[in-house]
């Protein structure tokens, strides 16, 4: 590179159009001072479109470009360099990662050009100085929405909330939840998000151990009779959360019936019809709508079983993740174990074992010196140990704001422990708050 220093018309040097950071952000600060100094570093530029045609595009330097301009600085100081648009690329994305001028998503964007050039995971992290686990992390932010990134940007939303978002399956759904960054929806809708891509994995799993040995009922047929198959209805599968086992092999080895299974909405139903079953005559139009009474029941209840099972998860990461800070948090975690202590009386032991994945075995000392060694590594103080063991002496999935009906029950054990988590920091999503106080649309209304 010749590093002679040529005085170039400012009207002259064009923005790299492949910048990794398109936007030079507020420049009037650096246009004071480049007003009182002068530009006291060069440009490297290089002959715009490699024709030489009296114009140059800047390849470093275009916070200075704008700033002069804005300074009503006519010429300004460059190296014009000799650079394929490879190395353009390269020296641009180093340059602004050095000043730590890029947003993760600019750097991804960054990578993504130095990939398009023909480079790998190794040498792009090579190039730049980041690892390589830090390169694939940061690809998979190109996933996200741009515009709903920029947005998000500034609103407490940290790198690892960006990955957990990047990885949902669904376009859509990491818009939607990215939009949510920096209200207390953000982790609800997060956690949302996962649990239904989980739940369509899992329902597209069971069906095609279904399929191996069941027919389809074609819902959507003319003649397709909801009370004949009701009467044959042998199984219903709806809570989709976890995997669904099933004996494919037993049910194929079962040669005195025949199996149908029926996708419907959010269950899926599995028949068994063998030659000698009868069909019961056509019911009374009150069985009719007790049936169609209890569907709904049984749709209410599934709802809000779902809503729950959420926020006791949701709950669980916090408190496994959290770490005080302040006086006030330690004296909030000693009056929630003291609430704990006094309200609840629960084996502590097997909940431990389930909070970090460990078989319980036969009870307390099973696997106690297994549990011992993950909780010392994973460097808990004192008092976040004991806001675990407040948490789990008073926490957990019985608790509930809804009975069997969907009727609101008001579990005021629920309303103290949202209220020790969120003086801690907690935030609760709506859902969460209508869930507690009775107001979720779920709950039964009036005399229904």
Same mark, same amino acid.
């Given at each position: 590179?010749?590093? /002679?220093?040529?005085?170039?018309? #400012?009207?002259? !040097? ?9 936007? $030079? ?21 290089? %002959? ?6 009296? *114009? ?10 704008? #700033? #002069? ?34 947003? %993760? ?71 939607? $939840? ?19 891509? /989980?739940? /369509? ?14 027919? *389809? ?25 976890? %995997?669904?086992?099933?004996? $494919? ?16 909405? *959010? ?19 009150? $069985? ?8 709904? *029941? ?124 969120? !003086? ?25």
């Amino acid at each position: 590179m010749d590093k /002679k220093i040529t005085y170039i018309d #400012a009207d002259k !040097l064009v923005p790299h159009p492949k910048n990794p950071r398109l936007e $030079v952000g507020d420049v009037s600060e650096l246009a004071d001072s480049i007003k009182k100094n002068g530009v006291l570093q060069n440009l490297t530029v290089v %002959p715009f479109g490699g024709v030489g045609d009296g *114009r140059y595009t800047v390849i470093i330097g275009h916070r200075r470009l704008a #700033a #002069a301009k804005l300074a009503g600085i006519k010429e300004l100081p460059c190296v014009i360099a000799d650079m394929d648009e490879k190395e353009q690329i390269e020296t641009m994305l180093i340059e602004n990662m050095q000043r730590r001028q890029l947003t %993760p998503y600019e750097e991804a964007e960054g990578f993504q050009l130095m990939f398009d050039f023909g480079g790998d995971i190794h040498s792009v992290a090579e190039r730049t100085g980041f690892s390589e686990t830090t390169v694939r992390n940061r690809m998979k932010l190109l996933r996200l929405d741009k515009e709903a990134f920029k947005k998000s940007q500034g609103k407490n939303i940290s790198l690892n909330d960006y990955l957990a978002v990047a990885e949902l399956e669904d376009e859509n759904a990491r818009k939607e $939840v990215l939009q949510k960054a920096g209200t207390n929806e953000f982790t609800w809708s997060l956690r949302s998000a996962k649990d239904e891509e /989980k739940k /369509k994995t899992n329902r597209a799993d069971l069906i095609k151990k279904l399929e191996m040995f069941a027919e *389809r009922v074609d819902v959507e047929a003319d003649d397709y009779d909801e009370n004949y198959w009701d009467a044959y209805l042998f199984t219903e599968f709806w809570n989709f959360s976890d %995997p669904i086992e099933i004996d $494919v092999e037993e049910y194929m080895n079962d040669t005195d019936a025949r199996y149908f299974y029926e996708p419907c909405a *959010r269950s899926v139903y599995l028949y068994r019809v063998a030659d000698n079953d009868e069909v019961e005559n056509e019911p009374s139009p009150e $069985v009719i709508e007790a049936e169609r009474k209890e569907k709904e *029941r049984v749709e209410r209840y599934r709802k809000l079983v779902e809503v729950k099972n959420r926020a006791f998860e949701l709950r669980k990461e916090f408190v496994i993740t959290f770490t005080p800070k302040t006086e006030t948090d330690f004296r909030i975690i000693a009056e929630f174990e003291m609430f704990s202590a006094d309200k609840m009386g629960y084996d502590i032991y097997s909940k431990l074992c389930d909070m970090f994945g460990v078989d319980a075995k036969d009870g307390y000392g099973g696997n106690k010196e297994q549990l011992i060694e993950i909780i010392h590594d994973s460097k808990i103080k004192t008092f976040r140990a004991l806001l675990m063991s407040a948490w789990l002496k008073s926490d957990g999935e019985y608790l509930d704001e809804h009975d069997f009906n969907g009727n609101y029950t008001n579990d005021d054990k629920l309303a103290y422990i949202y209220n020790y988590l969120t !003086l801690l920091g907690y935030q609760m999503s709506d859902e969460e708050k209508a869930y507690l106080d009775g107001t979720h649309e779920l709950f039964l209304k009036g005399d229904n």
